[in-house]
């Protein structure tokens, strides 16, 4: 029986749907890159019409459980999200009501993306995000088709709020723009760890993470006097370590209770590369699998997955809008050695936060001036490093790696060479490998091989096709109004 099921993540942010059908995940794509609006929590037209392309819904699947959600929403006293519509009455405002609704748990939905497009029969599964419905941290043991929760701490005690809380108290923008926080932490010194400590933190022993006070609204007046730009650096370096000291101890604690040589992580926190660095260079598990959207938008596959309590088709994470273009490497490449920066908008869009090479703007990772350069182009801050995106088979020649591979820029790693590379290293020296085979990615490893050929240099500059604070590029429309108001040739 061919049913198609429809896994929906939205009134929260980032809104998404996947569609799968037969195990196999047919679509998956976020809201935003329709609506053009970043983070968008609804649910656009556009999204539920791409999905409606690949067949009518016979069932949805909700990423998290709504009553248990408002009962602590009324705890936290967040009165205006209480009165939002139930997910039932909003779907029908859509013209979804008639399909039958199942409802996950919101840290189940992000366990069962990870364990179940992972080739693991086994694993430890940690989850760390903001929150969920009441979970903040959780734990799982997986075997088979079974997930068992075997530890969580509940709100309001949650590392992801204290660093998102920080993200705030530095100015940056909570819930969006904890990475700017974590690549300014290589610029400061962790001076104020003690301080966080003493202030916020009653314990992080093992498993668990218990805050002396809720964080949740923010905490813009901690140490008022910390206003510089170095306090700033200074206080992400610090909110930075205490993570990754965290999230070392409870992988330490999932391997000595779980009897298995996987680990998975899952939820925002997975996100944080330099902290995933750390975890993998502790050499405790024999694989490790990130999911490459493992925030709330990829629980729209998680859902799904825990639902039906199998292993997915995972074929990687091109799963969005397809752009048919023409596609010359030869066109490309040339491009790039007369020292342009382009633009790439081709085959399925990425279902994640990061450009994988088919909404990417690349360039030579070799020239002094092409950081600030992109920098321009995308409107960001000058100190914002950009990615490498490496032929795997020389990445541990270029990188000192802490896995075998990073397909999904998931890992920091040190640049052997940085005086070569300059565009594409942090001021600590460190690098957000993308590792590329062929299967992967046909066109874009065409492209870096070509490059490599004709350079010697197996390496290219990427990040995301888009500017700070918008959406990625998603259909070849974006990519030429990108193009015609940034003037940079896409292909």
């Not at 909570?174 to 916020?200: H, K």
């Not at 699998?289 to 990687?316: F, Q, R, T």
């Not at 023409?326 to 399925?348: Q, S, T, W, Y």
């Amino acid at each position: 029986m061919n049913k198609i099921i429809w896994g929906i993540c939205a009134l929260n942010h980032d809104a998404s749907i996947a569609v799968v059908c037969n195990n196999k995940i047919l679509f998956a794509a976020h809201s935003e890159r329709y609506s053009r609006i970043k983070n968008d929590h609804l649910l656009h037209q556009g999204l539920i019409d791409a999905a409606w392309e690949f067949g009518i819904p016979d069932q949805i699947v909700w990423f998290e459980r709504p009553i248990i959600k408002k009962v602590r929403q009324l705890y936290a006293e967040q009165w205006g999200e209480v009165l939002t519509q139930t997910p039932h009455a909003y779907l029908k405002s859509l013209g979804l009501g008639d399909v039958p609704i199942k409802y996950v748990s919101h840290h189940e939905s992000h366990a069962a993306a990870g364990y179940f497009t992972s080739n693991f029969n086994d694993a430890a599964i940690i989850v760390v995000d903001a929150i969920g419905e009441w979970d903040t941290i959780s734990v799982w043991s997986a075997k088979g088709k079974k997930l068992t929760k075997l530890h969580s701490c509940t709100y309001p005690d949650s590392l992801g709020l204290l660093y998102s809380a920080m993200t705030d108290r530095i100015g940056l923008k909570a819930n969006e723009e904890e990475y700017i926080l974590m690549g300014m932490a290589a610029y400061g010194e962790p001076i104020y760890v003690d301080a966080i400590i003493s202030d916020f933190i009653r314990s992080m022993d093992g498993p668990d993470f218990e805050l002396k006070q809720n964080v949740h609204r923010g905490i813009r007046g901690w140490r008022p006097n910390l206003v510089s730009e170095d306090d700033y650096k200074n206080i992400a370096a610090s909110i930075q370590s205490i993570a990754e000291t965290f999230m070392c101890n409870i992988v330490q604690w999932a391997n000595d209770t779980i009897d298995s040589d996987n680990l998975i992580l899952m939820g925002g926190v997975a996100l944080n590369c330099v902290a995933n660095e750390k975890i993998a260079r502790l050499g405790i598990y024999d694989d490790l699998w990130l999911m490459p959207n493992p925030g709330d938008a990829g629980s729209a596959i998680g859902c799904v997955a825990a639902y039906l309590k199998e292993h997915l088709v995972w074929d990687g994470p091109y799963l969005g809008t397809n752009i048919t273009n023409e596609f010359d490497v030869n066109e490309v490449v040339d491009a790039i050695l007369e020292h342009k920066i382009i633009g790439i908008a081709h085959g399925r869009a990425e279902f994640g936060p990061r450009a994988l090479g088919n909404r990417s703007l690349i360039a030579d990772p070799r020239g002094s001036e092409i950081k600030s350069k992109v920098n321009d182009i995308k409107k960001r801050q000058q100190f914002r490093p950009f990615a490498p995106i490496v032929l795997e088979h020389l990445a541990h020649e270029y990188f000192d790696l802490p896995v075998r591979t990073s397909p999904y820029m998931q890992f920091t790693a040190k640049c052997l060479y940085p005086d070569l590379y300059p565009a594409i290293c942090h001021v600590d020296g460190s690098s957000r490998v993308q590792t590329l085979n062929r299967e992967q990615n046909p066109d874009m490893y065409a492209v870096l091989e070509e490059f490599y050929a004709r350079t010697g240099c197996p390496i290219l500059l990427n990040t995301s096709l888009n500017i700070k604070g918008e959406p990625l590029v998603d259909s070849w429309d974006d990519a030429i109004r990108f193009s015609d108001h940034h003037r940079v040739p896409v292909y």
